[in-house]
Structure formats: C-alpha cells, structure tokens
C-alpha cells in the first residue's frame, strides 16, 4: 500500500515585472514524456528538488502567474517559485 505525501504549498514573494528567468520545483504529470512548449517561453527541467518531481527554469515575457496557469493547463503544477533573476 502507498502512502499518501501531502506537500504544503509555500509563500512566495513574486516580483511584480514581467520578464524574467525563473526556477520553481514542479509535479510533473505521470504520462508525460517531454515538456510542452508554452508561447513566449523558454524551458528547461532537472531532475532535482526538495518537494516535487524535478526543478523547472522557465525564461520569457510575462508574468509567473501567467506561466503557471499555462504550466497548470497542461498539467504541470507549479510547487514554490525558487529564484527569480
């Protein structure tokens, strides 16, 4: 039997400009293979985090929000925003 892990969402400051590279710990969908592409985007995964399945950079125009929910619709869920630059 498997045990269910329940993950805190976390409180994060996220600045208020719309550019940005940022790295956030995600949960990955559990049929997917490879990363979607997300319009005015750049995206790249490691296998490594502290909460989720791997850590995402996402670097682009617009905001986090904007990207997250986009990361959502595609499955993709958006754990904590670890490093904005």
Known sequence: ???LIERPAAQTHIPSNNTGNYFMEVLLPV????????????????????????TLQAVGQGSVSELTAALHHRGIEALTVVAHR
Do not use: E, H, N, V
């Not at 995964?45 to 791997?54: E, H, N, Q, R």
């Open 31 to 54: 049929d997917s293979s490879a990363l979607p592409a997300i319009s005015g985007w750049t995206l790249k995964l490691w296998p490594a985090a502290t909460f989720g399945d791997a």
């Open 1 to 3: 039997m498997t045990a």
